[in-house]
């Protein structure tokens, strides 16, 4: 059974910075793409960021904009998600992800094709 579990979360002024986690298990951390997904109520789940087990980032939010990056500690099996310069706009429940099948790391709609998730960590900014 996938296992992830995001930290991190918490209330930060715009123009902050926050650094999200993901723990996963070894098997899926070291097999499969894992990535950072948010949403607001009321909203579609969006992708933020993904990549591949050789830390290749294979999807990139349009908001994105060079903010956030995405990273791996192979000796912890954990996937991290570090957010500078972060806007209200950003406020958000943001979910941890893994896709099993490689070529669905490359899906443009990746929220869609994501097979195992994370509970969750609020991110919220304030103006």
């Known amino acids: 059974q996938v296992q992830l579990v995001e930290s991190g979360g918490g209330s930060v002024q715009a123009g902050g910075s926050l650094r999200l986690s993901c723990a996963a298990s070894?098997?899926?951390?070291?097999?499969?793409?894992m990535g950072w997904f948010r949403q607001v109520p009321g909203k579609e789940r969006e992708g933020v960021l993904i990549?591949?087990?050789?830390?290749?980032?294979?999807y990139i939010g349009d908001f994105v904009k060079g903010r956030f990056t995405i990273s791996r500690d192979n000796a912890k099996n954990t996937l991290h998600l570090e957010m500078n310069s972060l806007k209200p706009e950003d406020t958000a429940m943001y979910y941890c992800?893994?896709?099993?099948?490689?070529?669905?790391?490359?899906?443009?709609?990746?929220?869609?094709?994501?097979?195992?998730w994370g509970q969750g960590t609020q991110v919220t900014v304030s103006s």
């Open positions: 992800a893994a896709v099993k099948d490689r070529f669905d790391c490359y899906s443009g709609s990746p929220a869609l094709v994501a097979n195992s």
């Open positions: 990549n591949t087990p050789e830390s290749i980032t294979t």
């Open positions: 070894k098997d899926t951390y070291s097999t499969h793409c």
